[in-house]
């Protein structure tokens, strides 16, 4: 070949480069999360720095063959392809599964899956802004949409892979640091506090996941769709909002306000719950013909000053969303939940959707949710709730384990056999004390775990040695049916290695409190014959007539479900009630919300 016909086939490349059409990039318009966050980390810029050595691919050259040659070379190679990308082995994996064909460049460079990948992480909520994920999206963007984007575009296609693996892990698994959360309950267990929180992983692969084509579409089906989670991400996406008008201020320090009070503290009060959409267009009544005019002081007050109907009724929504006593009365209970900001109730929202994240997929056709927070079970069916029932959980030193099982049999007049933790850190020291302990209980002590086994008198057992735990306790002790029992008439089973079941109860007062928190770990119910029809309507060998006479008596009966009732007990502290339509907040009774840094999102 001459240098005739170099010269010409060089400004003819010229000439196809300058005439190659701009990438969909080109009119990107940044949205304004996007301009909020444009600061990027220098580092970052050095790590993605054009190559000497790499070769520009353009559209006009575009050979899928030598991509894929020069992306097994990389990959594979000593290479600097991979520097500093956190994911290296998984890269490698995914490219080798896809025979190195890329996942982001096409014939035009990168294209219109790029432009998808930016605006469904845009769009997700979920993704705060200074968050790693946040800022590489940002870097990227910003990258693409220079000059030089076409250069270097072997990196920039695992760095796309980086993002997209990173974006969905996010989406499957959330920020929450479950690693920290454990090592803290191993803490607490020092302590003699046996927390437990059992988690369920979604079942996606993640190379298949990469490999899709419809990033949209898989994003959407990997998203949670039960125990609230869209609701959830609406009520945060009207926090946002709130955020931005600018939410409420804090209330001025008080006792105590209620219905009559007038005064400045009961103006910003309405201000306050005017803000957070508690206090809602309300007319007042009219005041009764002949009624008389109390005597007034002779200083006035504007109308908006005065603890009126509609700002008690305001106050009643506010706390009944807050899981408190609707009293309308606003005490330091009342007050210190008003006076949380709304990045608090943002960030609580946040980690409640993460925990929704490692709850089961199944679609199930009707289930069980207890809200240990919540004090309330929930029977779900054909994705509408049919029934709530107050429940009773454990207290803070036996608390409830998160977990998910399934119901498989029912016991009526059941025997209450106390757990050999009860009985060592209860029944043994109470003994010692008094000897009478256990017949005051109407408690029996059996050789073996059968009612039918052999009885044990209590004088005949020295109680002593068995204080300090170095020797076990050989025997069972049980408490027969009767209206005394622990575990009241009824009781649920779902066979799981904490011991934990629903129940009934003979100390039925508790549940006229608003917080219920009394048990060594088991979930009480309120109306646990209201559950057994329930369950029966499923289920045609379970005879109500007939389970209506043994409660009637005191002989144990067990009845086998044959359609089996799935129940998960979780720990949601924020939720969404499609009743009211309303975001509700409770108490975080177990302290788990401190222990996954809900202050860190």
């Known amino acids: 070949m001459n240098h005739t016909h170099i010269l010409l086939v060089t400004l003819l490349s010229s000439i196809l480069l300058l005439a190659e059409e701009k990438t969909p990039f080109e009119g990107m318009i940044s949205s304004p999360k996007t301009e909020q966050n444009s600061s990027i980390n220098s580092n970052k810029k050095e790590e993605l720095k054009p190559q000497k050595k790499t070769q520009k691919i353009s559209k006009k050259s575009y050979n899928p063959e030598e991509i894929s040659l020069r992306l097994k070379e990389g990959i594979r190679g000593k290479g600097k392809l991979l520097h500093k990308l956190k994911s290296k082995r998984f ?18 460079g990168f294209g219109s899956k790029v432009s998808t990948l930016f605006r469904t992480i845009e769009a997700d909520l979920t993704i ?16 693409l949409k220079n000059k030089d984007r076409n250069k270097d575009q072997l990196r920039i296609e695992l760095k796309l892979s980086q993002l997209y693996l990173d974006f969905l892990k996010h989406t499957l698994y959330g920020r929450i640091n479950w690693k920290q959360f454990q090592a803290r309950l191993g803490y607490k267990k020092r302590k003699k506090i046996y927390g437990n929180w059992i988690r369920y992983k979604a079942p996606y692969n993640l190379i298949e996941l990469m490999q899709r084509e419809n990033i949209k579409e898989t994003i959407q089906e990997i998203t949670p769709h039960q125990f609230g989670y869209p609701e959830l991400q609406k009520a945060l996406q009207k926090l946002l909002v709130l955020k931005e008008k600018g939410a409420w201020d804090k209330l001025p320090p008080f006792k105590r306000l209620e219905l009559g009070d007038q005064g400045d503290n009961v103006l ?34 504007q109308p908006d000053a005065t603890f009126d109907p509609c700002l008690n009724e305001a106050v009643k929504r506010f706390q009944k969303r807050h899981g408190l006593t609707d009293d309308g009365i606003v005490g330091p209970s009342t007050i210190k939940a008003m006076n949380q900001t709304v990045d608090q109730k ?16 199944e679609e199930d056709k009707r289930y069980l949710i207890v809200n240990i927070p919540e004090y309330m079970l929930h029977y779900i069916e054909d994705h509408q709730e049919k029934e709530q029932i107050k ?23 059941p025997y209450w056999k106390v757990p050999e933790g009860i009985v060592k850190r209860e029944i043994i020291p109470a003994m010692i004390k008094d000897p009478n302990y256990l017949r005051k209980q109407g408690l029996e002590i059996h050789e073996r775990w059968s009612e039918y086994s052999p009885k044990i008198a209590p004088e005949s057992i020295y109680w002593e040695q068995y204080q300090d735990g170095f020797i076990k306790f050989p025997y069972r002790i049980m408490q ?19 011991d934990v079941y629903l ?11 608003d917080k219920r928190a009394f048990s060594h770990g088991c979930v009480r119910l309120s109306q646990p014959k209201k559950l057994l029809q329930t369950i029966a309507t499923f289920n045609d060998n379970i005879k109500l007539k007939k389970a209506e006479k043994i409660l009637q008596g005191k002989r144990q009966r067990q ?3 044959e359609e089996k009732l799935p129940i998960t007990i979780l720990y949601l502290t924020a939720g969404f009630d499609n009743q009211s339509n309303e975001l509700e907040f409770r108490d975080d009774i177990y302290h788990y919300d401190k222990m996954q840094n809900v202050d860190k999102y």
């Open 128 to 143: 705060t802004p200074k968050t790693p994920l946040h800022q590489e999206y940002l870097y990227l963007i910003k990258y």
């Open 346 to 361: 943002i960030q609580k929202v946040l980690l409640n959707l993460d925990r929704i994240k490692w709850l089961p997929r």
């Open 268 to 301: 910003k009060l309405r201000e306050r719950l005017k803000k957070s959409g508690d206090l809602k267009h309300c007319e007042l009544p009219p005041k009764k013909l002949f009624e008389k005019e109390e005597p007034q002081e002779n200083i006035s007050f």
């Open 503 to 513: 129940h009934d109860t003979p100390t039925r007062y508790l549940f006229k409190r």
């Open 391 to 413: 429940v009773i959980v454990g207290n803070p030193k036996h608390p409830t384990p998160i977990f998910h099982n399934q119901i498989s049999f029912i016991v009526l007049n």
């Open 559 to 561: 009845i086998n479900i």
């Open 480 to 498: 027969p049916p009767s209206k005394k029992n622990a575990l009241g008439k009824i009781k649920f089973k779902f066979p799981n290695r904490f």
């Open 91 to 108: 890269l490698k994996k995914l490219y080798k599964k896809n025979n190195y064909q890329p996942l982001w460049i096409g014939e035009n």
